[in-house]
């Protein structure tokens, strides 16, 4: 049975990749804030839009599978490297709200009318802060593995301990920030999918708590997942965001 998941995995990425030959990537720059960032675009020009946020440290190749699953259903997909890193020179300080609002920018430059916005971790609390800065530019919102405050794991020591390790800015950014107050998240009201794994770093608790704060927002707790698995070459994340967009009519026309 193990060797047949494998071969099945396999299959699937083997077949993915080939079908996704019809909308390869494409990269350019833009401007933004002062700041000149990397994006890459795939799927049909004249499919609804979707922007995926990668996490701390990451880059457009972070959530390549979601990528490449959204553009083969039809959708135009916008993947931007956050300031400082994926290919973007690294910097000495780093903000989430500073992030934000580059995401937010990119989002205005590209000219996208309430696109989806997908973002994992960091990313998530990107999507999470686009929308409360900037009420009604998100069409619908998703979020994998976000955080409110930076202690809100099932080990905040543990998790010190790593970043410390690390000790880049990228990194040390996570010891004090976010801090977004729950009860701001009331503001939102966009359609929200809030996701996080039951092996997850951020803790269900935490997650529940993002959820009930956001009116009517979906929470899915993933089995067996970690903060990263359901998302890095597995197809799960996607399927559930094909799922979630089909829910609420967020489907490109045939």
């Not at 990451?58 to 039809?74: C, E, I, V």
């Not at 608790?205 to 890095?232: C, M, Q, R, W, Y």
Request: with cysteine.
């Amino acid at each position: 049975m193990r060797i047949f998941r494998k071969i099945v995995g396999k299959a699937y990425f083997g077949l993915l990749s080939v079908r996704c030959a019809k909308w390869p990537e494409w990269t350019d720059y833009v401007e933004v804030n002062g700041q000149r960032l990397l994006y890459a675009v795939r799927g049909p020009e004249d499919g609804l839009p979707v922007v995926l946020l990668h996490g701390n440290g990451g880059s457009h190749k972070s959530m390549l599978t979601q990528a490449k699953r959204l553009a083969l259903a039809g959708y135009r997909v916008y993947s931007p490297d956050s300031r400082g890193q994926g290919a973007n020179p690294p910097l000495e300080e780093y903000h989430y709200a500073d992030m934000a609002e580059d995401a937010w920018a990119f989002i205005r430059e590209m000219k996208l009318e309430k696109p989806a916005v997908y973002g994992w971790s960091d990313g998530g609390i990107l999507v999470l802060m686009i929308e409360l800065a900037h009420p009604g530019t998100l069409g619908l919102g998703a979020i994998s593995g976000a955080n409110l405050c930076p202690d809100c794991g099932p080990d905040f020591e543990e998790f010190k301990n790593w970043i410390l390790e690390q000790d880049t800015p990228v990194t040390r950014m996570m010891l004090v920030e976010p801090d977004i107050d729950p009860g701001s998240l009331k503001a939102i009201k966009c359609p929200f999918l809030v996701t996080v794994g039951d092996k997850d770093v951020i803790s269900i608790e935490h997650t529940h708590l993002i959820s009930d704060n956001i009116e009517g927002s979906e929470l899915v707790v993933v089995p067996n997942a970690t903060h990263s698995s359901f998302i890095k070459r597995n197809p799960r994340m996607g399927r559930l965001l094909l799922d979630f967009f089909k829910r609420h009519g967020y489907v490109n026309a045939d």
